[in-house]
């Protein structure tokens, strides 16, 4: 059996509308050893990303 690559995110979505639920070491862990297991961690680790983000862009614009 070969696999074949989704061309397509409706592809890939109905693919894993096959797919069993996730279990509990099927989640993103941080090299700080957070995990992004739920809504609320990805959301939170998203604005923290965000704001280094703007850190480093404020930081560039200074010249540092």
């Known amino acids: 059996m070969t696999k074949q690559v989704a061309k397509t995110v409706t592809e890939l979505a109905e ?5 069993g639920p996730p279990t509990d070491d099927e989640v993103t862990t941080l090299l700080d050893g957070r995990r992004l297991d739920s809504k609320e961690a990805v959301e939170a680790w998203l604005i923290e990303v965000d704001a280094i ?3 480093h862009a404020t930081d560039n614009a200074l010249g540092g």
Do not use: I, Q
């Open 15 to 19: 693919r894993m509308g096959y797919a």
């Open 53 to 55: 983000r703007k850190s």
